[in-house]
């Protein structure tokens, strides 16, 4: 990434402000921030930043409702920062359309990992989206429907296929319940969790190397999925 | 209307008893009238005393007075000479009749008023009754309600009164009616206050038309009011204390909590603050091994400080009752392997294994607290057990539950500490042997009563094992079974 990107941070605490700034800064990011909702939704529509890193709990509106509002006019990549037990919160912000979360407190290393994998993914909205996703001797080609472990040949049915599809296109991604039953089954089946977790065990077995210690398809716990593949 | 159906029955009452008095002594009279010629004029007069007295005894006085002078006219129409008239002829039956009218009266009086001392001590009798029976219902009643309705139903079954209403006024006024309907519009015939040494509590009001309240009953229900005043004031009393024990018990508690998290706190607070203030003087240099172990103490002790505070957070929402499982079908060998995966790191001296068959059911858990649930449990077992043992998580189906168990070959604990191993800050060892909140097995207890379940721990021959049980039905449904896709891309 060549020119700076520019990261938006909103959150109301001046420590969390500071220590994100400095880190970001230190890693040739661009950084404003803003304590309030309002004064992110300012911001966010008069700077177009690349990104939005959004605290959940802020004093003067909430943040899924930040979140719905940025969501009414741009793509923009947002990360929920939230903290412990408010899963029903980090939920409802990334079915609103927010891209991943992290839970307070954080390592660095992973806020600038979610970092790259938001620019990246919105990056590859705008272009041509890779068809071809590796991981580790995995190698996923979504144009043809192929999924090869080195040269062996992994058969799937067509839903294990659907879903593992939905989840290499967007991986690195948290994928919400929610949003892999509906794109995999269906609205009507959006609450149905435990078609994902049977459907989502037999994948993995079909998959992961050792399917009791995943390394492709992580559980989020109370969230969702996440798969990770290489950069 | 009412008042005149509540006064047939008496008086017709009334009416039947000197009939059948009257009825006894014609028949007597018939019976004499066959055996006259047999028996002489005293023998008969004296005869006739044994119907009096039974009418008497049985029916009062004045059935029996009455009878009396009924008797003295039949004895001397019937069987003094001349008979069939009420001339007499002879002065010995002068004498006769004369004495006889002075005998039944004197029978009658005497035993009419021995008749009523009986009826007024079975009265008393049975308004002791009433108050044994009333202070028994009373006793140890600790619900003021429950007391009120008590003292209602006795008032209204003694009184057999139209309608009784309870007030209690104070601080949390309520009502008692009987029968449950409103009020006559009428006001009541009687009021009695229920009064206490503080003051007044409330009233009993009593509508009874007829027959008339009488004094003795205003008695009586005086008595059952201040039997009354008793237990409400006792039930208040027993009330107060025991908010005071559940405060002071909270008090405790918090005393407990902030005494254990302010040691608990410090401790990961002085490292990070030791750590963070060399790191920043000029003691460390910048190559030194020194300085990645400092910086791997803060980032430890920061997640520990993490798990601290997220610890004391699911504590304080099991203790609010704030702790409301999402359940969902889940798989067990999930949620033990993610935990599993994260733990690993911690777990280098252990080996730690999982036995939970493929084909176990789905389960009705909240994921991210069974989570925690395991989580808990598999780190107090690394925390006791010795390195280089085995840790074993086993689950099974038993019947319509799950039964988990989670072992180690860690020392026993004492069978008098089994149970509370579960309590909050409850330890073993002492607090500053090892490190941790005192509240990880407390959490797990929260959790799995909170999915109805039940947890235990037990000496094992070789360590120690958590139980844990819970349902598998959910709301009266059974683990579904998915339709599977077979065929393949």
């Given at each position: 990434m060549n020119s700076a990107p520019h990261i938006l941070v909103i959150d109301d605490e001046p420590q969390i402000q500071r220590a994100i700034r400095t880190i970001l800064t230190e890693k040739q990011f661009k950084v404003t921030t803003a304590s309030r909702g309002e004064e992110g939704l300012t911001l966010a529509a008069t700077s177009e930043p690349d990104l939005v890193i959004l605290d959940l709990g802020l004093p003067d509106m909430d943040g899924v409702k930040v979140c719905q509002r940025l969501r009414e006019w741009t793509q923009t990549p947002i990360i929920i920062l939230s903290v412990r037990d408010s899963e029903r919160d980090k939920v409802a912000a990334l079915d609103m359309g927010a891209d991943d979360y992290l839970t307070k407190p954080f390592g660095i290393e992973e806020l600038l990992a979610r970092v790259r994998v938001a620019l990246r993914h919105a990056a590859s909205r705008k272009g041509e989206q890779s068809k071809v996703v590796k991981v580790g001797t995995l190698t996923i080609d979504l144009a043809w429907h192929i999924i090869k472990r080195g040269e062996e040949e992994i058969k799937l049915t067509g839903r294990e296929y659907k879903l593992l599809a939905y989840l290499a296109s967007n991986h690195g991604r948290v994928l919400t319940h929610q949003s892999i039953l509906t794109h995999v089954w269906g609205e009507a089946d959006a609450d149905h969790t435990e078609y994902l977790r049977v459907y989502m065990r037999q994948l993995r077995k079909k998959l992961e190397v050792d399917p009791e210690r995943p390394q492709f398809i992580l559980t989020e716990p109370g969230?969702?999925?996440?798969?990770?593949?290489?950069e | 209307m009412n008042s005149t159906y509540m006064q047939n029955p008496s008086f017709a009452a009334r009416l039947w008893k000197y009939l059948i008095a009257f009825l006894l002594i014609a028949v007597i009279t018939v019976l004499f009238m066959a055996l006259r010629d047999v028996l002489e004029t005293t023998l008969i007069a004296l005869l006739y005393l044994i119907p009096l007295g039974i009418i008497t005894a049985y029916w009062g006085l004045g059935p029996g007075i009455t009878s009396a002078l009924i008797t003295f006219l039949t004895f001397n129409y019937f069987f003094i000479q001349p008979y069939y008239t009420l001339t007499v002829h002879q002065p010995a039956d002068v004498v006769i009749l004369l004495v006889f009218l002075i005998v039944a009266v004197v029978i009658s009086q005497l035993v009419g008023r021995a008749q009523a001392g009986l009826a007024v001590a079975t009265a008393r009798e049975r308004e002791a009754t009433q108050l044994y029976e009333l202070s028994t219902a009373?006793?140890?009643?600790?619900?003021?309600?429950?007391?009120?309705?008590?003292?209602?139903?006795?008032?209204?079954a003694v009184a057999e009164g139209e309608y009784v209403e309870l007030n209690v006024t104070g601080a949390h006024p309520f009502a008692y009616r009987l029968p449950e309907i409103n009020s006559p519009a009428r006001p009541p015939e009687l009021i009695v206050l229920?009064?206490?040494?503080?003051?007044?509590?409330?009233?009993?009001?009593?509508?009874?038309?007829?027959?008339?309240?009488?004094?003795?009953?205003?008695?009586?229900?005086?008595?059952f009011a201040s039997q009354g005043a008793l237990a409400l004031e006792r039930a208040w009393l027993a009330q107060?204390?025991?908010?005071?024990?559940?405060l002071e018990e909270s008090d405790r508690l918090k005393s407990a909590i902030l005494s254990s998290v302010s040691h608990e706190l410090r401790t990961p607070l002085s490292t990070i603050k030791a750590a963070?203030?060399?790191l920043r003087g000029k003691e460390v240099g910048w190559d030194s091994p020194a300085r990645?172990?400092?910086?791997?103490?803060?980032?430890?002790?920061?997640?520990?400080?993490?798990?601290?505070?997220?610890?004391l957070l699911d504590m304080s929402r099991i203790e609010s009752g704030a702790l409301q499982p999402k359940r969902e079908w889940n798989i067990l060998a999930e949620i033990i392997e993610s935990v599993l995966g994260r733990m690993r790191h911690l777990a280098q001296e252990h080996s730690l294994t999982v036995d939970v068959p493929e084909d176990l059911p789905l389960i009705p858990v909240d994921y991210v607290q069974m989570e925690q649930v395991f989580t808990n449990l598999v780190s107090n077992s690394l925390k006791y057990a010795p390195a280089n043992t085995v840790v074993c998580i086993r689950a099974r189906v038993e019947g319509e539950s799950l039964h988990v168990e989670v072992s180690n070959q860690g020392p026993q604990v004492p069978p008098e500490h089994l149970e509370r191993i579960f309590d909050k800050f409850y330890r073993i060892t002492a607090a500053d042997k090892v490190t941790g909140t005192g509240l990880g097995l407390s959490i797990c207890k929260g959790i799995i009563d909170a999915h109805d379940g039940h947890i235990w721990a037990e000496n094992l021959p070789d360590g120690l094992a958590f139980n844990f049980i819970i349902p598998l039905m959910w709301n009266g449904a059974k683990p579904p079974q998915l339709p599977m896709d077979t065929e393949t891309e």
């Open positions: 969230i969702g999925y996440r798969f990770i593949a290489d | 009373f006793a140890g009643l600790p619900d003021d309600h429950a007391i009120v309705q008590i003292l209602a139903k006795q008032v209204y229920i009064e206490a040494a503080r003051g007044l509590l409330g009233e009993i009001r009593l509508w009874r038309a007829a027959p008339v309240i009488s004094a003795s009953e205003k008695r009586l229900f005086q008595t107060a204390e025991a908010r005071t024990k559940v963070a203030s060399s990645l172990e400092l910086v791997a103490a803060i980032d430890d002790e920061a997640d520990h400080l993490n798990l601290l505070v997220g610890n």
